[in-house]
């Protein structure tokens, strides 16, 4: 019985200690000013005497992430592509870091006939990644990784992980004439193509455009696109 009852107050503690801990990181959070919060991340590790630090990543709502919307309706309003990474670029404003990501597409699979607010501003690409090729388009991706006043700074998006170089993806896109683009539902419209041409979510959630890409598509390349091929 003294056994059960120590046991139970450590937990107790242990929990405690967690609610602590997870206190003590709101709070530090909520010292961050509104403005210049990354600069102000980067000094307060540079007074720690550390080279690194990890930065939270605002909350974003992307274009067409309704879990509800089917894979079909996806392909009826965006352009799918295959394509590889060739590089990339990270910058920064105040508070958020920014990646773009040069695209080469490998395979046109269906083109979309009307873009989603083509009034809607686009952020502008850093000159160092102009000009673009034919075939080229840069995806702009909240988080990466930059170098502020010697610290290494990184903001990681939990749910939509960085791509890769040379990395080979089927991507679910809005394609403006400037060759910016964005994703369907943001990470939701990305699918890594394997060595065997499977295909394989970048992240995992119970959206439909998942579900169906596994039940309707058995997540292979092949199949999708002979299904885009025949829908035209």
């Known amino acids: 019985m003294k056994i059960k009852l120590i046991i139970i107050v450590l937990l107790v503690a242990a929990a405690a200690a967690v609610g602590i801990v ?3 990181s709101t709070i530090q959070q909520k010292q961050a000013p509104n403005k210049d919060s990354l600069k102000w991340y980067a000094k307060e590790a540079k007074n720690k005497g550390q080279k690194k630090v990890g930065v939270p990543a605002p909350l974003i709502e992307y274009l067409g992430d309704a879990g509800t919307i089917s894979a079909e309706e996806a392909f009826s309003s965006s352009t799918v592509v295959v394509a590889h990474l060739v590089s990339k670029q990270s910058t920064y404003t105040n508070n958020d870091i920014r990646t773009w990501n040069k695209f080469a597409i490998d395979e046109t699979l269906s083109e979309a006939k009307d873009l989603p607010c083509p009034g809607c501003g686009l952020p502008s690409p850093p000159a160092i ?3 673009l090729l034919p075939g080229e388009f840069l995806l702009p991706k909240t988080g990466g990784t ?3 006043d010697g610290v290494e700074v990184q903001q990681f998006v939990e749910d939509y992980p960085e791509y890769e170089l040379n990395q080979k993806y089927v991507l679910l896109i809005f394609l403006y004439p400037s060759g910016v683009v964005r994703t369907f539902g943001g990470p939701v419209g990305v699918f890594k193509v394997l060595p065997n041409d499977k295909l394989a979510p970048i992240s995992e959630s119970e959206h439909k455009i998942r579900i169906d890409f596994k039940d309707l598509y ?6 999708v696109r002979k299904h885009l091929k025949t829908s035209k």
């Open 22 to 24: 997870r206190t003590a």
């Open 146 to 148: 930059v170098n502020i």
């Open 218 to 223: 058995g997540n292979s390349l092949d199949q």
């Open 129 to 131: 990644l102009l000009p």
